[in-house]
């Protein structure tokens, strides 16, 4: 499947964003999804996940209470709510998909597509 983040942007601390990711190619409920980011310096880290039915979503604790990973099947587009943000949220955002049946907590080298990131930038 073929992947396209979007809505990143500049905001302050403490402001709200809403990233999309519109998915292209194939079936698209039939994939787990998941968020990462990747910080100037750093490696890509897991950050978000959520089932191909919603049931079941899971988060890295540094961002639990305050993004929230959502999907919506019939137009084939996975979101990340980003509330509350903190400047140590600046990174660039990737969406991920895979196949295999869900687990919580994902590696890179769990995922098979990748879209190419949105940057979220948080000033202090």
């Not at 991920?96 to 948080?122: E, F, H, I, N």
Request: aromatic fraction near 12%; glycine fraction near 8%; proline fraction near 4%.
């Amino acid at each position: 499947v073929q992947l396209q983040a979007s809505g990143g942007g500049l905001v302050q601390a403490g402001d709200s964003l809403r990233l999309s990711c519109k998915a292209s190619g194939d079936t698209f409920d039939i994939y787990s999804l998941a968020w990462f980011r990747q910080a100037p310096g750093r490696e890509r880290e897991f950050v978000a996940s959520i089932s191909w039915n919603t049931y079941s979503t899971h988060y890295v604790d540094s961002v639990k209470g305050r993004f929230t990973i959502s999907r919506d099947n019939p137009e084939n587009t996975l979101y990340l709510q980003l509330t509350n943000l903190k400047p140590e949220d600046t990174a660039v955002y990737y969406c991920a998909a895979d196949q295999s049946p869900y687990k919580p907590k994902y590696k890179t080298t769990d995922m098979r597509d990748w879209g190419r990131g949105t940057l979220v930038t948080v000033s202090s």
